[in-house]
Protein backbone atom coordinates (compact mmCIF):
# COMPACT_ATOMS: atom_id res chain seq x y z
CA UNK A 1 0.00 0.00 0.00
CA UNK A 2 2.94 2.29 0.90
CA UNK A 3 4.07 1.57 -2.52
CA UNK A 4 0.95 2.46 -4.32
CA UNK A 5 1.04 6.27 -2.73
CA UNK A 6 4.58 6.69 -3.46
CA UNK A 7 3.87 5.91 -6.86
CA UNK A 8 0.57 8.16 -6.79
CA UNK A 9 2.96 10.73 -5.41
CA UNK A 10 5.52 10.25 -8.41
CA UNK A 11 2.97 10.50 -10.87
CA UNK A 12 1.30 13.75 -9.64
CA UNK A 13 4.33 15.11 -9.27
CA UNK A 14 5.49 14.20 -12.87
CA UNK A 15 1.73 15.30 -14.34
CA UNK A 16 2.16 18.78 -12.35
CA UNK A 17 5.69 19.32 -13.89
CA UNK A 18 4.29 18.42 -17.70
CA UNK A 19 1.21 21.05 -16.41
CA UNK A 20 3.79 23.82 -15.49
CA UNK A 21 5.74 23.45 -18.88
CA UNK A 22 2.89 23.47 -20.84
CA UNK A 23 1.95 27.39 -18.96
CA UNK A 24 3.48 30.45 -19.75
CA UNK A 25 5.34 31.23 -23.03
CA UNK A 26 4.70 33.57 -25.04
CA UNK A 27 0.93 33.33 -25.36
CA UNK A 28 0.75 34.88 -22.14
CA UNK A 29 2.47 38.24 -22.87
CA UNK A 30 -0.65 39.59 -24.60
CA UNK A 31 -2.50 39.43 -21.66
CA UNK A 32 0.42 40.80 -19.45
CA UNK A 33 1.62 43.21 -21.28
CA UNK A 34 -2.12 44.34 -22.42
CA UNK A 35 -2.51 45.26 -18.84
CA UNK A 36 0.75 47.04 -18.25
CA UNK A 37 0.14 49.01 -21.53
CA UNK A 38 -3.40 49.88 -20.55
CA UNK A 39 -2.22 50.51 -16.62
CA UNK A 40 0.30 53.12 -17.92
CA UNK A 41 -2.00 54.40 -20.33
CA UNK A 42 -3.87 55.19 -17.73
CA UNK A 43 -0.88 56.48 -15.08
CA UNK A 44 0.35 58.77 -18.56
CA UNK A 45 -2.25 60.56 -18.59
CA UNK A 46 -3.71 61.01 -15.03
CA UNK A 47 -0.07 62.42 -14.15
CA UNK A 48 1.14 63.67 -16.82
CA UNK A 49 -0.69 66.87 -17.17
CA UNK A 50 -1.79 66.68 -13.48
CA UNK A 51 0.25 70.12 -13.24
CA UNK A 52 -2.33 71.89 -14.90
CA UNK A 53 -4.77 70.28 -13.01
CA UNK A 54 -3.72 71.73 -9.95
CA UNK A 55 -2.59 74.87 -10.77
CA UNK A 56 -5.48 75.61 -13.03
CA UNK A 57 -8.26 73.78 -11.36
CA UNK A 58 -7.09 74.05 -8.10
CA UNK A 59 -5.33 77.09 -8.01
CA UNK A 60 -2.38 75.53 -6.02
CA UNK A 61 0.89 77.96 -6.25
CA UNK A 62 3.41 76.49 -8.68
CA UNK A 63 5.90 75.46 -5.97
CA UNK A 64 2.94 73.94 -3.66
CA UNK A 65 1.63 72.07 -6.37
CA UNK A 66 5.11 70.60 -7.70
CA UNK A 67 5.87 69.66 -4.20
CA UNK A 68 2.53 68.10 -4.59
CA UNK A 69 2.98 66.29 -7.41
CA UNK A 70 6.82 65.15 -6.41
CA UNK A 71 5.95 63.87 -2.85
CA UNK A 72 2.98 61.79 -4.34
CA UNK A 73 4.87 60.52 -7.12
CA UNK A 74 7.91 59.10 -4.48
CA UNK A 75 5.33 57.91 -2.32
CA UNK A 76 4.09 55.72 -5.54
CA UNK A 77 7.47 54.80 -5.92
CA UNK A 78 7.97 54.00 -2.86
CA UNK A 79 5.07 51.58 -1.55
CA UNK A 80 7.08 48.84 -4.62
CA UNK A 81 8.67 47.67 -2.02
CA UNK A 82 6.14 46.48 0.07
CA UNK A 83 4.17 45.19 -2.97
CA UNK A 84 7.49 43.29 -3.67
CA UNK A 85 7.86 41.87 -0.18
CA UNK A 86 4.00 40.52 -0.23
CA UNK A 87 4.52 38.93 -3.61
CA UNK A 88 8.01 37.82 -2.94
CA UNK A 89 6.44 36.57 0.75
CA UNK A 90 3.27 35.07 0.50
CA UNK A 91 0.80 36.35 -2.15
CA UNK A 92 2.47 35.42 -5.08
CA UNK A 93 2.81 38.42 -8.25
CA UNK A 94 -0.55 37.33 -9.96
CA UNK A 95 -2.43 37.93 -6.80
CA UNK A 96 -0.66 41.30 -5.78
CA UNK A 97 -0.63 42.77 -9.51
CA UNK A 98 -4.73 41.95 -9.38
CA UNK A 99 -5.04 43.88 -5.89
CA UNK A 100 -2.62 46.51 -6.91
CA UNK A 101 -5.04 47.42 -10.04
CA UNK A 102 -7.80 47.64 -8.01
CA UNK A 103 -6.51 49.91 -5.56
CA UNK A 104 -5.52 52.04 -8.71
CA UNK A 105 -9.03 51.91 -10.29
CA UNK A 106 -10.13 53.09 -7.14
CA UNK A 107 -8.32 56.17 -6.71
CA UNK A 108 -8.79 57.01 -10.48
CA UNK A 109 -12.85 56.91 -9.95
CA UNK A 110 -11.81 58.94 -6.78
CA UNK A 111 -10.25 61.92 -8.65
CA UNK A 112 -12.76 61.85 -11.52
CA UNK A 113 -15.58 62.28 -9.51
CA UNK A 114 -13.88 65.33 -7.88
CA UNK A 115 -13.99 66.60 -11.73
CA UNK A 116 -17.08 66.05 -12.17
CA UNK A 117 -18.51 67.70 -9.11
CA UNK A 118 -18.13 71.65 -9.06
CA UNK A 119 -18.19 71.43 -5.55
CA UNK A 120 -14.67 69.59 -4.75
CA UNK A 121 -13.50 72.46 -6.36
CA UNK A 122 -12.31 76.24 -6.21
CA UNK A 123 -14.12 78.57 -8.55
CA UNK A 124 -12.20 79.19 -11.66
CA UNK A 125 -9.52 81.85 -11.59
CA UNK A 126 -8.75 82.37 -15.29
CA UNK A 127 -6.72 85.57 -14.38
CA UNK A 128 -4.58 83.92 -12.00
CA UNK A 129 -3.94 86.53 -9.77
CA UNK A 130 -5.37 86.71 -6.08
CA UNK A 131 -7.08 83.26 -6.89
CA UNK A 132 -9.11 81.30 -4.23
CA UNK A 133 -7.15 78.30 -3.27
CA UNK A 134 -8.55 74.78 -2.94
CA UNK A 135 -10.21 74.29 0.51
CA UNK A 136 -8.69 71.51 3.20
CA UNK A 137 -11.71 69.08 2.70
CA UNK A 138 -11.23 69.43 -1.86
CA UNK A 139 -7.54 69.10 -1.14
CA UNK A 140 -8.11 65.59 1.13
CA UNK A 141 -10.27 64.30 -1.38
CA UNK A 142 -7.27 65.26 -4.45
CA UNK A 143 -4.96 63.54 -1.66
CA UNK A 144 -6.84 60.11 -1.47
CA UNK A 145 -7.24 60.19 -4.84
CA UNK A 146 -3.28 60.39 -4.91
CA UNK A 147 -2.66 57.70 -2.10
CA UNK A 148 -5.24 55.22 -3.77
CA UNK A 149 -3.08 55.15 -6.88
CA UNK A 150 -0.03 55.09 -4.88
CA UNK A 151 -0.50 52.28 -3.54
CA UNK A 152 -2.13 50.60 -6.56
CA UNK A 153 0.96 51.04 -7.85
CA UNK A 154 3.06 49.48 -5.45
CA UNK A 155 1.58 46.24 -6.13
CA UNK A 156 2.01 46.55 -10.14
CA UNK A 157 5.27 47.62 -10.78
CA UNK A 158 7.42 45.36 -9.11
CA UNK A 159 5.63 42.67 -10.37
CA UNK A 160 4.27 42.79 -13.87
CA UNK A 161 8.19 43.08 -15.82
CA UNK A 162 9.15 40.01 -12.91
CA UNK A 163 6.21 38.02 -13.51
CA UNK A 164 6.38 38.43 -17.76
CA UNK A 165 9.74 37.01 -17.22
CA UNK A 166 8.50 34.11 -15.54
CA UNK A 167 6.74 33.18 -18.22
CA UNK A 168 9.74 33.32 -20.92
CA UNK A 169 11.99 31.69 -18.87
CA UNK A 170 14.68 34.30 -19.61
CA UNK A 171 17.05 32.92 -17.57
CA UNK A 172 17.13 29.56 -19.08
CA UNK A 173 20.89 29.56 -21.09
CA UNK A 174 18.97 28.22 -24.34
CA UNK A 175 16.45 31.27 -23.97
CA UNK A 176 19.41 33.67 -23.64
CA UNK A 177 21.74 32.71 -26.29
CA UNK A 178 18.16 32.28 -29.08
CA UNK A 179 16.51 35.20 -27.97
CA UNK A 180 17.25 37.99 -30.72
CA UNK A 181 15.83 40.62 -28.34
CA UNK A 182 15.92 42.00 -25.27
CA UNK A 183 13.03 41.74 -23.58
CA UNK A 184 13.80 45.02 -21.45
CA UNK A 185 13.93 46.97 -24.45
CA UNK A 186 10.89 45.41 -25.55
CA UNK A 187 8.78 45.94 -22.53
CA UNK A 188 9.84 49.59 -22.64
CA UNK A 189 9.28 49.93 -26.12
CA UNK A 190 5.56 48.41 -25.27
CA UNK A 191 5.37 50.80 -22.57
CA UNK A 192 6.65 53.86 -24.44
CA UNK A 193 3.54 53.29 -26.78
CA UNK A 194 1.30 53.40 -24.20
CA UNK A 195 2.30 56.43 -22.74
CA UNK A 196 3.25 58.79 -25.90
CA UNK A 197 -1.38 57.52 -26.72
CA UNK A 198 -1.78 59.38 -23.79
CA UNK A 199 0.52 62.30 -24.14
CA UNK A 200 -1.53 62.66 -27.25
CA UNK A 201 -5.23 61.52 -26.82
CA UNK A 202 -5.64 62.32 -23.07
CA UNK A 203 -3.39 65.50 -22.78
CA UNK A 204 -5.88 66.94 -25.85
CA UNK A 205 -9.34 66.15 -24.17
CA UNK A 206 -7.95 67.30 -20.78
CA UNK A 207 -6.82 70.54 -22.57
CA UNK A 208 -9.96 70.94 -25.12
CA UNK A 209 -13.10 68.78 -23.84
CA UNK A 210 -12.66 68.96 -20.15
CA UNK A 211 -11.30 67.43 -17.27
CA UNK A 212 -14.35 64.85 -16.78
CA UNK A 213 -13.56 63.25 -20.08
CA UNK A 214 -9.79 63.66 -19.31
CA UNK A 215 -9.66 61.68 -16.10
CA UNK A 216 -12.38 59.45 -17.01
CA UNK A 217 -10.35 57.77 -20.19
CA UNK A 218 -7.57 56.50 -17.76
CA UNK A 219 -10.32 55.43 -15.58
CA UNK A 220 -12.27 53.28 -18.16
CA UNK A 221 -8.58 52.06 -19.66
CA UNK A 222 -7.43 50.73 -15.85
CA UNK A 223 -10.59 49.16 -15.65
CA UNK A 224 -10.20 47.39 -19.06
CA UNK A 225 -6.80 46.55 -17.56
CA UNK A 226 -7.89 44.26 -14.70
CA UNK A 227 -10.16 42.24 -17.27
CA UNK A 228 -7.64 41.60 -19.57
CA UNK A 229 -5.16 40.25 -17.30
CA UNK A 230 -7.59 38.50 -15.49
CA UNK A 231 -9.22 36.65 -18.82
CA UNK A 232 -5.22 35.32 -19.02
CA UNK A 233 -5.65 33.54 -15.42
CA UNK A 234 -5.53 30.10 -16.74
CA UNK A 235 -2.25 30.40 -19.14
CA UNK A 236 -0.36 31.70 -16.35
CA UNK A 237 2.83 30.00 -15.09
CA UNK A 238 2.81 31.01 -11.40
CA UNK A 239 6.00 30.90 -9.21
CA UNK A 240 5.28 29.89 -5.82
CA UNK A 241 6.59 32.70 -3.12
CA UNK A 242 10.20 31.62 -1.64
CA UNK A 243 9.10 33.31 1.70
CA UNK A 244 10.53 37.01 2.51
CA UNK A 245 13.43 37.59 1.39
CA UNK A 246 14.45 40.15 4.25
CA UNK A 247 14.11 37.25 6.77
CA UNK A 248 16.60 35.86 5.01
CA UNK A 249 18.88 38.21 5.20
CA UNK A 250 17.96 38.82 8.34
CA UNK A 251 19.12 35.25 9.37
CA UNK A 252 22.45 35.24 7.37
CA UNK A 253 23.32 38.55 9.24
CA UNK A 254 22.22 36.85 12.87
CA UNK A 255 24.06 33.62 12.56
CA UNK A 256 27.19 35.87 11.39
CA UNK A 257 26.86 37.38 14.65
CA UNK A 258 26.60 34.62 16.59
CA UNK A 259 29.73 33.12 15.03
CA UNK A 260 31.61 36.00 14.73
CA UNK A 261 34.38 34.38 16.70
CA UNK A 262 34.85 31.27 14.59
CA UNK A 263 37.48 30.89 12.18
CA UNK A 264 36.56 30.60 8.11
CA UNK A 265 37.70 27.63 6.62
CA UNK A 266 39.90 28.04 3.95
CA UNK A 267 38.60 25.29 1.76
CA UNK A 268 35.02 27.17 1.08
CA UNK A 269 33.58 23.93 0.58
CA UNK A 270 33.67 23.05 3.90
CA UNK A 271 31.09 26.02 4.30
CA UNK A 272 27.45 24.52 4.99
CA UNK A 273 25.56 23.53 1.36
CA UNK A 274 21.88 21.70 1.42
CA UNK A 275 20.38 21.82 -2.18
CA UNK A 276 17.67 20.37 -0.73
CA UNK A 277 16.79 23.89 2.11
CA UNK A 278 17.23 25.91 -1.09
CA UNK A 279 15.02 24.61 -4.41
CA UNK A 280 12.63 26.95 -3.95
CA UNK A 281 14.98 29.86 -3.73
CA UNK A 282 17.41 28.40 -6.71
CA UNK A 283 14.96 26.77 -9.30
CA UNK A 284 17.63 28.54 -11.84
CA UNK A 285 20.88 28.19 -10.34
CA UNK A 286 22.19 28.28 -6.86
CA UNK A 287 25.04 31.34 -6.37
CA UNK A 288 28.57 30.48 -6.42
CA UNK A 289 30.81 30.84 -3.48
CA UNK A 290 32.76 34.43 -3.31
CA UNK A 291 35.88 36.01 -1.46
CA UNK A 292 34.05 39.11 -1.10
CA UNK A 293 32.44 40.05 1.89
CA UNK A 294 33.85 37.08 3.53
CA UNK A 295 32.93 37.99 7.30
CA UNK A 296 29.23 36.76 5.85
CA UNK A 297 30.73 33.59 5.50
CA UNK A 298 30.86 33.02 9.24
CA UNK A 299 26.59 32.32 9.12
CA UNK A 300 27.84 29.43 6.95
CA UNK A 301 30.41 27.21 9.36
CA UNK A 302 29.27 24.08 10.64
CA UNK A 303 30.54 23.92 14.36
CA UNK A 304 30.64 20.56 15.79
CA UNK A 305 27.11 20.21 17.54
CA UNK A 306 25.66 21.49 14.27
CA UNK A 307 27.55 18.69 12.52
CA UNK A 308 26.44 15.68 14.67
CA UNK A 309 22.53 16.72 14.71
CA UNK A 310 20.79 15.41 11.80
CA UNK A 311 17.28 17.50 12.40
CA UNK A 312 16.96 20.62 9.90
CA UNK A 313 18.87 23.44 11.33
CA UNK A 314 18.09 26.33 13.05
CA UNK A 315 18.35 29.35 9.92
CA UNK A 316 18.86 31.83 12.57
CA UNK A 317 22.52 29.89 13.77
CA UNK A 318 23.14 28.45 10.03
CA UNK A 319 22.52 29.69 6.58
CA UNK A 320 23.70 28.31 3.60
CA UNK A 321 26.40 29.19 1.14
CA UNK A 322 23.75 30.07 -1.47
CA UNK A 323 21.94 32.27 1.21
CA UNK A 324 24.77 34.18 2.28
CA UNK A 325 25.95 35.17 -1.33
CA UNK A 326 22.17 36.49 -1.83
CA UNK A 327 23.04 38.83 1.03
CA UNK A 328 26.04 39.67 -0.69
CA UNK A 329 24.62 40.13 -4.14
CA UNK A 330 22.23 42.47 -2.57
CA UNK A 331 24.89 44.67 -0.73
CA UNK A 332 27.13 44.55 -3.55
CA UNK A 333 24.56 45.87 -6.02
CA UNK A 334 23.40 48.78 -3.42
CA UNK A 335 26.28 51.45 -4.61
CA UNK A 336 25.37 51.02 -8.20
CA UNK A 337 21.48 51.38 -7.49
CA UNK A 338 22.43 54.33 -5.29
CA UNK A 339 23.40 56.62 -8.04
CA UNK A 340 20.05 56.08 -9.41
CA UNK A 341 18.95 58.34 -6.60
CA UNK A 342 20.31 61.59 -7.15
CA UNK A 343 19.68 61.55 -11.13
CA UNK A 344 16.14 61.31 -9.96
CA UNK A 345 16.26 64.37 -7.68
CA UNK A 346 18.06 66.64 -10.42
CA UNK A 347 15.03 65.32 -13.01
CA UNK A 348 12.23 65.41 -10.13
CA UNK A 349 10.34 68.82 -11.33
CA UNK A 350 11.74 69.54 -14.81
CA UNK A 351 8.63 68.48 -16.22
CA UNK A 352 6.75 70.52 -14.24
CA UNK A 353 8.62 73.46 -14.68
CA UNK A 354 8.99 72.95 -18.52
CA UNK A 355 5.10 72.54 -18.78
CA UNK A 356 4.89 76.02 -17.61
CA UNK A 357 7.67 77.16 -19.87
CA UNK A 358 5.47 75.84 -22.64
CA UNK A 359 2.58 77.49 -21.36
CA UNK A 360 4.10 80.93 -22.00
CA UNK A 361 5.40 80.12 -25.41
CA UNK A 362 3.73 79.81 -28.83
CA UNK A 363 2.59 76.86 -29.18
CA UNK A 364 0.62 77.32 -32.47
CA UNK A 365 1.23 74.50 -35.05
CA UNK A 366 -1.38 76.07 -37.85
CA UNK A 367 -3.44 79.11 -37.23
CA UNK A 368 -5.95 77.18 -35.45
CA UNK A 369 -4.33 74.46 -33.75
CA UNK A 370 -1.88 74.80 -30.46
CA UNK A 371 -0.07 71.68 -29.14
CA UNK A 372 -1.04 71.10 -25.34
CA UNK A 373 1.92 71.74 -23.05
CA UNK A 374 2.11 68.66 -21.45
CA UNK A 375 2.31 66.78 -24.81
CA UNK A 376 5.63 68.33 -25.23
CA UNK A 377 6.39 64.89 -23.77
CA UNK A 378 5.89 63.18 -26.86
CA UNK A 379 9.05 63.84 -28.07
CA UNK A 380 10.99 62.47 -25.33
CA UNK A 381 8.58 59.10 -25.60
CA UNK A 382 8.86 59.37 -29.74
CA UNK A 383 13.05 59.50 -29.07
CA UNK A 384 12.64 56.90 -26.42
CA UNK A 385 10.71 54.02 -28.68
CA UNK A 386 13.14 55.23 -31.81
CA UNK A 387 16.23 55.01 -29.44
CA UNK A 388 15.24 51.73 -28.23
CA UNK A 389 14.73 50.35 -32.02
CA UNK A 390 18.18 51.25 -33.20
CA UNK A 391 19.74 50.62 -30.18
CA UNK A 392 18.56 46.77 -30.69
CA UNK A 393 19.31 46.53 -34.27
CA UNK A 394 21.99 48.85 -34.89
CA UNK A 395 24.01 49.33 -31.73
CA UNK A 396 24.29 46.05 -29.92
CA UNK A 397 24.91 43.79 -33.28
CA UNK A 398 27.71 46.65 -33.60
CA UNK A 399 29.09 47.16 -30.23
CA UNK A 400 29.03 42.94 -30.11
CA UNK A 401 31.63 42.92 -32.76
CA UNK A 402 34.28 44.50 -30.49
CA UNK A 403 32.74 43.30 -27.32
CA UNK A 404 32.13 39.57 -27.75
CA UNK A 405 28.90 40.44 -25.19
CA UNK A 406 25.75 39.58 -26.89
CA UNK A 407 23.88 42.50 -25.18
CA UNK A 408 27.00 45.05 -27.13
CA UNK A 409 27.52 46.45 -23.68
CA UNK A 410 26.75 45.48 -20.13
CA UNK A 411 24.78 47.04 -18.70
CA UNK A 412 27.05 49.31 -16.38
CA UNK A 413 28.42 50.67 -19.19
CA UNK A 414 24.56 51.53 -20.82
CA UNK A 415 23.97 53.29 -17.43
CA UNK A 416 27.34 55.49 -17.96
CA UNK A 417 26.18 56.35 -20.88
CA UNK A 418 23.29 57.68 -20.20
CA UNK A 419 23.94 59.43 -17.07
CA UNK A 420 26.43 61.47 -19.49
CA UNK A 421 23.62 62.47 -21.70
CA UNK A 422 21.25 63.69 -19.31
CA UNK A 423 23.74 66.23 -17.60
CA UNK A 424 23.64 67.33 -21.37
CA UNK A 425 19.87 67.34 -21.55
CA UNK A 426 19.85 69.67 -18.11
CA UNK A 427 22.34 72.30 -19.49
CA UNK A 428 20.87 72.49 -22.96
CA UNK A 429 17.36 72.96 -20.74
CA UNK A 430 19.31 76.34 -19.08
CA UNK A 431 20.49 77.81 -22.18
CA UNK A 432 16.72 77.56 -23.60
CA UNK A 433 15.22 79.35 -20.32
CA UNK A 434 17.77 81.92 -21.09
CA UNK A 435 16.90 82.56 -24.83
CA UNK A 436 13.12 82.56 -23.79
CA UNK A 437 13.27 84.99 -20.83
CA UNK A 438 15.42 87.55 -23.57
CA UNK A 439 12.97 87.09 -25.68
CA UNK A 440 10.42 88.72 -23.07
CA UNK A 441 12.36 91.09 -22.19
CA UNK A 442 12.85 92.24 -25.18
CA UNK A 443 9.26 92.36 -25.88
CA UNK A 444 8.30 94.07 -21.87
CA UNK A 445 6.78 90.83 -21.50
CA UNK A 446 8.52 90.20 -18.01
CA UNK A 447 5.84 91.20 -15.74
CA UNK A 448 2.93 89.78 -17.64
CA UNK A 449 2.63 86.07 -15.92
CA UNK A 450 -0.25 85.16 -18.61
CA UNK A 451 1.79 87.08 -21.76
CA UNK A 452 2.61 84.60 -24.65
CA UNK A 453 6.15 85.14 -25.35
CA UNK A 454 7.14 84.95 -29.20
CA UNK A 455 9.30 82.29 -28.93
CA UNK A 456 8.31 79.02 -30.49
CA UNK A 457 7.59 76.28 -27.97
CA UNK A 458 9.81 74.10 -30.27
CA UNK A 459 12.78 75.60 -28.51
CA UNK A 460 12.07 73.06 -25.72
CA UNK A 461 12.19 69.87 -28.57
CA UNK A 462 15.95 69.34 -28.21
CA UNK A 463 15.93 68.80 -24.37
CA UNK A 464 13.18 66.02 -24.23
CA UNK A 465 14.71 64.52 -27.03
CA UNK A 466 18.22 64.20 -24.96
CA UNK A 467 16.03 62.65 -22.28
CA UNK A 468 14.40 60.13 -24.68
CA UNK A 469 17.92 58.73 -25.61
CA UNK A 470 19.07 59.32 -21.79
CA UNK A 471 16.57 57.12 -20.90
CA UNK A 472 17.04 54.19 -23.58
CA UNK A 473 20.56 53.85 -21.69
CA UNK A 474 19.89 54.63 -18.22
CA UNK A 475 16.48 53.68 -17.47
CA UNK A 476 16.64 50.60 -19.25
CA UNK A 477 19.82 49.33 -18.09
CA UNK A 478 19.37 50.27 -14.40
CA UNK A 479 16.26 47.96 -14.84
CA UNK A 480 17.97 44.64 -16.57
CA UNK A 481 21.02 45.50 -13.89
CA UNK A 482 18.53 44.90 -10.74
CA UNK A 483 16.62 42.09 -12.42
CA UNK A 484 19.89 40.36 -14.27
CA UNK A 485 22.30 41.18 -11.05
CA UNK A 486 19.48 39.86 -8.48
CA UNK A 487 18.91 36.24 -6.45
CA UNK A 488 16.21 34.94 -8.24
CA UNK A 489 14.01 34.70 -4.98
CA UNK A 490 13.82 38.35 -4.70
CA UNK A 491 13.60 39.73 -8.39
CA UNK A 492 10.23 41.27 -7.28
CA UNK A 493 12.26 43.01 -4.66
CA UNK A 494 15.06 43.85 -6.87
CA UNK A 495 12.05 45.74 -9.35
CA UNK A 496 11.00 47.54 -6.46
CA UNK A 497 14.52 48.72 -5.67
CA UNK A 498 14.50 50.43 -8.92
CA UNK A 499 11.28 52.42 -8.14
CA UNK A 500 12.76 52.94 -4.21
CA UNK A 501 15.04 55.26 -6.29
CA UNK A 502 12.75 57.07 -8.05
CA UNK A 503 11.33 57.82 -4.73
CA UNK A 504 14.34 58.78 -2.84
CA UNK A 505 15.08 61.03 -5.34
CA UNK A 506 11.50 62.46 -5.49
CA UNK A 507 11.54 62.81 -2.29
CA UNK A 508 15.29 64.91 -2.21
CA UNK A 509 14.30 67.10 -5.43
CA UNK A 510 11.17 68.04 -3.48
CA UNK A 511 13.80 68.99 -0.57
CA UNK A 512 16.00 70.95 -3.06
CA UNK A 513 13.32 72.51 -4.51
CA UNK A 514 11.90 73.93 -1.38
CA UNK A 515 14.91 75.29 -0.25
CA UNK A 516 15.84 77.01 -3.16
CA UNK A 517 12.46 78.60 -2.78
CA UNK A 518 13.27 79.79 0.64
CA UNK A 519 16.79 80.94 0.30
CA UNK A 520 16.86 82.60 -2.85
CA UNK A 521 15.21 85.68 -1.97
CA UNK A 522 11.46 86.87 -2.62
CA UNK A 523 12.51 89.44 -5.39
CA UNK A 524 14.60 87.77 -8.03
CA UNK A 525 12.93 84.11 -6.42
CA UNK A 526 14.94 80.78 -8.72
CA UNK A 527 11.25 79.33 -8.85
CA UNK A 528 8.12 82.33 -8.08
CA UNK A 529 5.15 80.93 -7.57
CA UNK A 530 3.12 82.76 -10.25
CA UNK A 531 5.79 84.43 -12.36
CA UNK A 532 8.60 82.59 -14.47
CA UNK A 533 9.45 85.18 -16.11
CA UNK A 534 10.88 86.97 -13.14
CA UNK A 535 12.45 84.05 -11.62
CA UNK A 536 16.05 82.30 -12.52
CA UNK A 537 15.05 78.62 -13.62
CA UNK A 538 18.05 78.30 -15.72
CA UNK A 539 20.20 78.87 -11.92
CA UNK A 540 18.11 75.71 -11.09
CA UNK A 541 19.09 73.98 -13.99
CA UNK A 542 22.97 74.70 -13.73
CA UNK A 543 22.67 73.42 -9.78
CA UNK A 544 21.10 69.92 -10.40
CA UNK A 545 23.78 70.07 -13.29
CA UNK A 546 26.58 70.16 -10.97
CA UNK A 547 24.88 67.49 -8.90
CA UNK A 548 24.48 65.51 -11.48
CA UNK A 549 28.49 65.45 -12.31
CA UNK A 550 29.65 64.79 -8.75
CA UNK A 551 26.77 61.62 -8.91
CA UNK A 552 28.59 60.59 -12.15
CA UNK A 553 31.92 60.50 -10.99
CA UNK A 554 30.67 58.36 -7.84
CA UNK A 555 29.22 56.12 -10.26
CA UNK A 556 31.86 55.50 -12.66
CA UNK A 557 33.73 54.41 -9.22
CA UNK A 558 31.26 52.18 -8.13
CA UNK A 559 30.73 50.57 -11.58
CA UNK A 560 34.63 50.02 -11.90
CA UNK A 561 34.94 47.96 -8.38
CA UNK A 562 31.60 45.64 -9.46
CA UNK A 563 32.02 42.34 -9.48
CA UNK A 564 29.33 40.29 -11.34
CA UNK A 565 27.61 37.51 -9.69
CA UNK A 566 28.67 33.81 -10.32
CA UNK A 567 25.84 31.49 -11.12
CA UNK A 568 25.77 28.06 -11.33
CA UNK A 569 23.55 26.70 -14.40
CA UNK A 570 20.95 24.49 -14.04
CA UNK A 571 21.17 21.67 -17.16
CA UNK A 572 17.49 21.51 -18.52
CA UNK A 573 17.39 17.98 -19.68
CA UNK A 574 17.72 16.55 -16.40
CA UNK A 575 16.78 19.41 -13.75
CA UNK A 576 20.68 19.34 -12.55
CA UNK A 577 23.51 21.59 -11.45
CA UNK A 578 26.55 21.95 -13.97
CA UNK A 579 29.03 21.94 -11.41
CA UNK A 580 31.35 23.03 -14.88
CA UNK A 581 30.10 25.98 -15.59
CA UNK A 582 29.03 29.50 -14.13
CA UNK A 583 27.06 32.31 -15.66
CA UNK A 584 28.43 35.91 -15.12
CA UNK A 585 26.29 38.84 -16.70
CA UNK A 586 24.98 36.77 -19.23
CA UNK A 587 28.21 34.93 -20.17
CA UNK A 588 29.09 31.40 -19.35
CA UNK A 589 32.80 31.16 -18.12
CA UNK A 590 34.68 27.99 -16.68
CA UNK A 591 34.18 27.70 -12.55
CA UNK A 592 38.60 28.62 -12.36
CA UNK A 593 38.01 32.01 -14.03
CA UNK A 594 35.60 33.28 -11.80
CA UNK A 595 37.86 32.64 -8.61
Known sequence: MALTTAEEDGKQEEESKIKNKKLGGIKTMPFILGNEICDRFAAS???????????????????????????????????????????????????TITLGSIFYELGLVSITISAVLPSLRPPPCPTQENCQEASTFQLWILYISLLLTSLGTGGIRPCVVTFAADQLDIDKPSTARSKKWNFFNWYYFSMG?????????????????????????????????????????????????????????????????????????EDPKLLYQNKELDAAISVHGRLVHTNQYKWFDRAAIVTESEAKNSNPPN?????????????????????????????????????????????TMDRHLSKSFEIPPASLSIFGILTMLSGLVLYERLFVPFARRFT???????????????????????????????????????????DDPKAIVPISVFWLVPQFCLHGVAEVFMSVGHLEFLYDQSPESMRSTAAALYWIAIAMGNYIGTLLVSLVHKYTGAKRNWLPDRNLNRGRLEYYYWLVSGIQVVNLIYYIICAWFYTYKPLEQVKEEDGEFDENKVSENGVELARNETA
Request: glycine share 8%.
Open 45 to 95: GFHSNMITYLTQELNMPLVQASNTLTNFGGTANFTPLFGALIADSFAGRFW
Open 193 to 265: LATLTALTVVVYVQENVGWVWGLGIPTIAMAISIVTFLIGSPFYRKMKPGGSPLIRLAQVIAAAVKKRKEIIP
Open 315 to 359: LWRLATVHRVEELKTIIRMLPIWAAGILLVTSSSHQHSFTIQQAR
Open 404 to 446: GNPSGITCLQRMGIGFGVNILATLVASFVEMKRKSVAANHNLL
